[in-house]
């Protein structure tokens, strides 16, 4: 069997506020986007800068999560998989999304950096605002009995790790 390898890491600031649903069955998902910059210097000597946007979807618990601790502006560090979808738009034309789906998610600075841009603020995080979010796929019996997801305020000291 031929392996394969399909792992996305990624440190970056949002580029808009996360974007919280839940599915018709109860699963939460959240969307939210993150601009990674490149800067490298030409053979002449002249700074460039490239700047990359990537979709970023988180389920469940740590959709939850995201939606709760991320603003636009944060500096975050994400890791997950690459996935692509398609389809066909009304008008008949083919189309396709790729994005990040992400199974961890770690704040890298601190509650008010996101609100001034990350501008005068150090670049050690609080311990309480720095959520690890390892999700695990739950199993189907946990599944069946899974309670239908309200969205409810979560506290840091709520956090299991």
Request: glycine share 8%.
């Amino acid at each position: 069997m031929a392996r394969s390898l399909n792992k996305v890491q990624l440190i970056g600031n949002l580029t808009r506020d996360p974007e919280l649903k839940y599915t018709p069955n109860g699963n939460a998902v959240c969307t939210f986007g993150i601009a990674t910059n490149r800067s490298w210097k030409t053979d002449s000597g002249e700074k460039r800068e490239e700047v990359d946007f990537h979709r970023i979807v988180a389920w469940n618990k740590l959709a939850e999560l995201c939606s709760q601790f991320l603003t636009k502006g944060r500096k975050v560090y994400v890791e997950g998989r690459l996935s692509t979808r398609s389809w066909t738009a009304q008008d008949g034309q083919q189309k396709s999304l790729t994005e990040v789906v992400i199974d961890d998610m770690l704040l890298l600075d601190s509650r008010g950096a996101g609100a001034q841009g990350g501008q005068g603020h150090e670049e050690a995080p609080l311990p309480e605002d720095m959520p690890s979010a390892k999700t695990r796929k739950p199993s189907a019996k946990q599944e069946e009995s899974a309670p239908v997801h309200t969205e409810e305020e979560v506290m840091p000291d709520d956090i299991p790790f």
